[in-house]
């Protein structure tokens, strides 16, 4: 311990100045992410090859294939969401109501048409509505 008057040591002067960084740096340790990617919101790139559209915060998939039109919804991170309901249009014209296949929403396709539009409710009451153009 110093004595009063006498001048502190170099090793406590780097004591003093380490515990001051750290607790000057405190208030910005609620920015960091530990565990979760940082980038999976800016992850535009379709998970399964179909077209991939930002509603909000949410991604919508469409995928148009062997006879099916599948919208696959995800979160902000890319989780993957279940719609509760869910209707698909083509054209503005034949609207035709998707249904839960396991992994996303699906409908019978109409290959002619060239634009679709989606709508589907997730659990908490979100909206989601968005056209595809000639997918």
Partial sequence: MARKGEPLKPA???L????GLALGSLPFLRYVHLGEPVAA???HAPRRGGQLHMVGDH?????RR???ARVF?????RRPLQPT???IAFDDMARMPLSWDGQGMGAPDLPEARSLTVDLELADG????????DP
């Fill in 41 to 43: 919101h800016a992850d």
């Fill in 73 to 77: 919804a995800s979160d902000a991170r």
């Fill in 85 to 87: 309901l869910g209707w």
């Fill in 66 to 68: 062997s006879g099916r």
């Fill in 12 to 14: 406590r002067w780097l």
């Fill in 59 to 63: 991604h919508l998939e469409l995928v």
């Fill in 16 to 19: 003093a100045g380490a515990v």
């Fill in 126 to 133: 979100t909206q989601l509505t968005w056209t595809f153009e």
